[in-house]
């Protein structure tokens, strides 16, 4: 069955410190991958994702995702966040055909300090 | 442009009851998504309707039900409720079913 792991599930830093979030999946066939974010007390909305092509993705507000095939991995990076970046951070992978449904990490909870 | 709209926001009900959440996709979207998402996880698929057909189901009892209209707005019905069934109720929306979903803010369901 597919999954998707986040490994960290509590991040804390420091405004301008720089940000990678891991996540990986396992499934063998061809996916398409998501990173979603959720503001506190806002609903979930669409940093970034990858279909094909390019496997460095770039998305809102300077953030920007690397697809590694070999690995499974689609990790968010940001090279300084902010204190409005303080938010949960989810990743998601659907398969490229069949029901197309979206199976989703546990996700990160990202704390900046100001 | 008006995003995914869910109603109602929030919803107290007790054990045994039924509770029907509904959604209004995008403009112009004609797959619509549920998930259901505990408190401390991920979203985890209930359904998926594209053109008014159910076209996946995820790892959910047959309590829990779901339908599609002609305008492409849903229904998700939860029959016979479990404590175990609070939760945020998410409906996402796409223009077809392999694009890209975008989510509405959810229905926080309560169940005593």
């Known amino acids: 069955a597919q999954s998707v792991s986040q490994h960290n599930h509590h991040v804390i830093l420091s405004e301008a410190a720089s940000l990678e979030l891991g996540c990986n999946y396992s499934?063998?066939?061809?996916?398409?991958l998501f990173w979603y974010v959720q503001y506190p007390g806002q609903h979930l909305q669409l940093l970034l994702k990858?279909?094909?092509?390019?496997?460095l993705v770039k998305g809102i507000k300077g953030f920007e995702a690397e697809f590694i095939k070999s690995k499974f991995s689609f990790n968010l990076r940001k090279p300084s966040v902010q204190w409005s970046d303080t938010a949960e951070y989810f990743c998601?992978?659907?398969?490229?055909?069949?029901?197309?449904?979206?199976?989703f990490g546990t996700g990160t909870r990202l704390k900046v300090l100001a | 442009d008006a995003g995914v709209t869910q109603s109602p926001t929030h919803l107290i009900k007790t054990r045994g009851q039924h509770v029907t959440l509904r959604c209004s996709p995008i403009?112009?979207?004609?797959?619509v998504s549920w998930y259901q998402q505990v408190l401390g996880q991920g979203p985890q698929f209930i359904f998926q309707?594209?053109?008014?057909?159910?076209?996946g189901r995820g790892n959910f009892p047959d309590r829990f039900s779901a339908r599609q209209f002609p305008n492409y707005s849903s229904e998700l019905n939860v029959n016979a409720l479990l404590l175990g069934d609070s939760a945020l109720y998410l409906c996402?929306?796409?223009?077809?079913?392999?694009?890209?979903?975008?989510f509405g803010p959810g229905t926080r369901l309560l169940v005593l």
């Open positions: 499934y063998g066939g061809t996916v398409n």
């Open positions: 996402a929306s796409s223009f077809s079913q392999q694009e890209t979903q975008y």
């Open positions: 990858y279909f094909s092509g390019d496997p």
């Open positions: 403009s112009g979207h004609k797959s």
């Open positions: 309707y594209y053109e008014k057909e159910e076209r």
């Open positions: 998601a992978v659907n398969e490229a055909w069949g029901t197309y449904k979206y199976i």
